[in-house]
């Protein structure tokens, strides 16, 4: 997609199980110039192998990237810790020049999912969105890969100002979340919403209150 070119709105849902689906939501290539991505939905198929990208696979100039919800599927049974059904990308695979990404909706299912809000990698002024995670019961074993905390001085501030929702898991404050130390090294902390569901998260800084959406 170049120029001024613009994506449309549009809705994929995987087909059956143990298949292999691999989504794009506006670009199977580059998104350029000042391309803007559409506002897409893309719902995964459990016990298959379900690649999504909200935009592109790469995304640069002044393209921009648009607001898309990515569902993983929904697995029988969510396999070992080590191995993700499901990989969704909010943007693209790379983001880089003056490109932004979207602020996207990442919805994990009972597969286990490897999120990235924005990109797997972001190169010079390039920039991601204000995403939202978002976890349910019994949703296996994940990962977040690129969760921004809008922090100034800490690698990271390019991934904008993402929020996990837990409020479909009735939690309402932070003191009711098990999360695991802060490592400084890996940047990862893992919270356990319960048996064989929890999710290792990929931060700026230590999770706190205000990165989350709770239960009212
Ligand atoms: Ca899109
Ligand atoms: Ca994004």
Not at 76 to 87: D, I, M
Not at 124 to 134: I, K, P, T, Y
């Amino acid at each position: 997609m170049l120029d001024h070119a613009r994506g449309g709105d549009d809705i994929f849902t995987a087909g059956g199980a143990g298949g292999s689906y691999t989504f794009y939501g506006d670009a199977g290539g580059e998104m350029s110039g000042d391309a803007v991505g559409g506002n897409d939905t893309f719902t995964g198929h459990g016990d298959s192998t379900n690649l999504a990208y909200g935009d592109a696979l790469t995304m640069s100039g002044h393209a921009q990237g648009g607001d898309d919800i990515l569902m993983g599927g929904n697995d029988l049974t969510a396999p070992s810790a080590v191995t993700f059904g499901n990989v969704l990308i909010g943007d693209a695979e790379t983001i880089a020049g003056h490109a932004h990404g979207g602020n996207d909706t990442l919805i994990s299912g009972t597969g286990n999912d490897d999120m990235f809000g924005d990109a797997k990698t972001i190169l010079e002024q390039g920039c991601g969105g204000n995403d939202s995670f978002v976890f349910s019961s019994n949703n296996g074993h994940d990962r977040i890969e690129d969760f921004g905390q809008g922090v100034h001085g800490v690698t990271g501030l390019n991934w904008g100002t993402d929020h996990i929702d837990v409020s479909a898991l009735g939690i309402h404050d932070f003191s009711e979340l098990i999360i695991s130390a802060f490592d400084p090294v890996t940047h990862e902390s893992t919270i356990t919403f319960g048996t064989g569901n929890d999710v290792v998260v990929h931060s700026q800084i230590a999770l706190m209150q205000q990165n989350f959406v709770f239960a009212p």
